[in-house]
């Protein structure tokens, strides 16, 4: 099992572009989330799915948007990104919201 | 709302000694209480749990017990090695929400 992984590992964006980050899971886990880590303020919670076809908003959504087509995949967009949006992002997978399972992060930076 | 308060950083401590961060929180109800490990470059990883009052989780030689009465959740190991060194979270899983509400973070650093 490759657990959760997300791609890419790095990204430097200018501000005002879009980009998508990927995430996958082949644990058949229903739970995903997308969280972001800054320095003093833990994690954070961006949008998370119940199941393929269901998301719904975290503590921090906005210019970020979700879809869940597939168990497997859980990808999350930027719409047009700001330096406000510089940070390390994390997905998550688990069975129910108890043990979640993070991938490696991707660490995106905005000019 | 739910949250979690967790002992300011950074922690500097030599190799054998005895390790304590510490952690409080607020909630409604009885919520379940974590304490999850993030090593250098790496995502984070459950490190132990516990999920009702009077509980001790424990895992690799670290401990902690949901204490209701105080509403805390410290994490402790009796002699702590430079492999320990990383940063340490402490979450909550909400009874209303059911998500996972995290702590600010400690890093520890274990010197030689």
Known sequence: ?111 | GDSVTQMEGPVTLSEEAFLTINCTYTATGYPSLFWYVQYPGEGLQLLLKATKADDKGSNKGFEATYRKETTSFHLEKGSVQVSDSAVYFCALKGVNTGKLIFGQGTTLQVKP
Request: proline share 5%; with cysteine.
């Open chain 1, 1 to 111: 099992n490759a657990g959760v992984t997300q791609t890419p590992k790095f990204q430097v964006l200018k501000t005002g572009q879009s980009m998508t980050l990927q995430c996958a899971q082949d644990m058949n886990h229903e739970y995903m989330s997308w969280y972001r880590q800054d320095p003093g303020m833990g994690l954070r919670l961006i949008h998370y799915s119940v199941g393929a076809g269901i998301t719904d908003q975290g503590e921090v959504p906005n210019g970020y948007n979700v879809s869940r087509s597939t168990t497997e995949d859980f990808p999350l967009r930027l719409l047009s990104a700001a330096p406000s949006q510089t940070s390390v992002y994390f997905c998550a997978s688990s069975k129910n919201t108890d043990t979640q399972y993070f991938g490696p992060g991707t660490r995106l930076t905005v000019l």
